[in-house]
């Protein structure tokens, strides 16, 4: 199983930036799929989430309203739309796969990811 991120470049504030994450070897359409990210000197954070049940999403706070995640109907791929960025969301996005979350349940605690992709850059210039 891996997963593949792509997407990240660097943007100006208030732009925005569509990442990917393609799959092989596992359809994201029967798993929870999310989105964390990690900025330098900084705990890796929750950013969004979509359950097996695409009907259900999470997000972390401060992106609310701003990014969006997806997926496409062949469950092989997952994106993560974000919009108006802000220099505070230059960080390495990584996405990740719960093989165990129940139907329409979102994890935000990193740990319970069993499989994770390389990060792929986003910086953010003020």
């Known amino acids: 199983v891996q997963l593949q991120a792509s997407g990240g470049g660097s943007v100006q504030a208030g732009g925005s930036l569509r990442l990917s994450c393609a799959a092989s070897?596992?359809?994201?359409?029967?798993?929870?799929t999310a989105w964390f990210r990690q900025a330098a000197g900084q705990e890796r954070e929750f950013v969004a989430g979509?359950?097996?049940?695409?009907?259900?999403?999470d997000y972390g706070d401060s992106v609310k309203g701003r990014f969006t995640i997806s997926r496409d109907n062949a469950g092989n791929t997952v994106y993560l739309q974000m919009d108006n960025l802000k220099s505070e969301d230059t960080a390495v996005y990584s996405c990740?796969?719960?093989?165990?979350?129940?139907?329409?349940?979102?994890?935000?605690?990193?740990?319970?990811?069993?499989?994770w992709g390389q990060g792929t850059l986003v910086t953010v210039s003020s």
């Open positions: 990740a796969v719960d093989y165990n979350a129940i139907v329409f349940r979102v994890p935000t605690v990193p740990t319970e990811y069993d499989v």
């Open positions: 070897g596992l359809k994201f359409s029967r798993y929870a």
């Open positions: 979509i359950a097996r049940s695409a009907t259900s999403t």
